[in-house]
T-cell receptor
Framework: NAGVMQNPRHLVRRRGQEARLRCSPM?????VYWYRQLPEEGLKFMVY????????ESGMPKERFSAEFPKEGPSILRIQQVVRGDSAAYFC????????????????FGAGSRLTVL | AQSVSQHNHHVILSEAASLELGCNYS??????LFWYVQYPGQHLQLLLK??????LVKGIKGFEAEFIKSKFSFNLRKPSVQWSDTAEYFC?????????????FGKGTKLSVKP
């Protein structure tokens, strides 16, 4: 039973390029969450998705960032026209049940994708 | 807005010393509470969680945490640390109900255990 799979583990981009980070949730999990970890900071929530739906994107920057979780395939976090400040570790997590509900399952995290913008 | 405070940025201990890492949160309603650990080069792993019931929670590797509702605290403890406990520890809170469904993390505490 593979855990949450993220790829690539490391991604290097030059300013202005696009970054695509992929996340396959644990088998049986239908809820996906993306978090960003900046140096010396804790994880910050970005977006919560279910299949074909964005449920909560309150943590997503207004521009250049987008996320999707299609019916088939992994969830994708896309960053257009990257800037140096986007350099961070991006973690994906999944759960069976929506967080914030009584009896919610814990989040299972992936190993993260470390983005470096030159 | 909800927030989680971890008071210690970096803690250095010798092996066999006792550990207590502080965590306070700001939210007046019902919460789920977590401690996650991130070993060097690895992903976040759940250490323990509190949903309801006994406020003293036992986790893996000899860790425990106590939920004190009146103090909005969920401190992590271990009676005797080992070198292998060197890692970063994150406290997290998840509010029940409302529109908040995501985990709010503290900034983390780095623990260095000297052999």
């Amino acid at each position: 039973n593979a855990g949450v799979m993220q790829n690539p583990r490391h991604l290097v981009r030059r300013r202005g390029q696009e970054a695509r980070l992929r996340c396959s949730p644990m088998k049986g999990h239908s809820h996906v969450y993306w978090y960003r970890q900046l140096p010396e900071e804790g994880l910050k929530f970005m977006v919560y998705l279910q299949k074909e739906n964005i449920i909560d994107e309150s943590g997503m920057p207004k521009e250049r960032f987008s996320a999707e979780f299609p019916k088939e395939g992994p969830s994708i976090l896309r960053i257009q026209q990257v800037v140096r400040g986007d350099s961070a570790a991006y973690f994906c997590a999944s759960s069976e049940i929506r967080q914030g509900s009584a009896g919610a399952n814990v989040l299972t995290f992936g190993a993260g994708s470390r983005l470096t913008v030159l | 807005a909800q927030s989680v405070s971890q008071h210690n940025h970096h803690v250095i201990l010798s092996e066999a010393a006792s550990l207590e890492l502080g965590c306070n949160y700001s939210y007046g309603g019902t919460v789920n509470l977590f401690w996650y650990v991130q070993y060097p080069g690895q992903h976040l792993q759940l250490l323990l969680k509190y949903f309801s019931g006994d406020p003293l929670v036992k986790g893996i590797k000899g860790f425990e945490a106590e939920f004190i509702k009146s103090k909005f605290s969920f401190n992590l403890r271990k009676p005797s640390v080992q070198w292998s406990d060197t890692a970063e520890y994150f406290c997290a809170v998840n509010a029940l109900g409302g529109s908040q469904g995501n985990l709010i993390f503290g900034k983390g505490t780095k623990l260095s255990v000297k052999p």
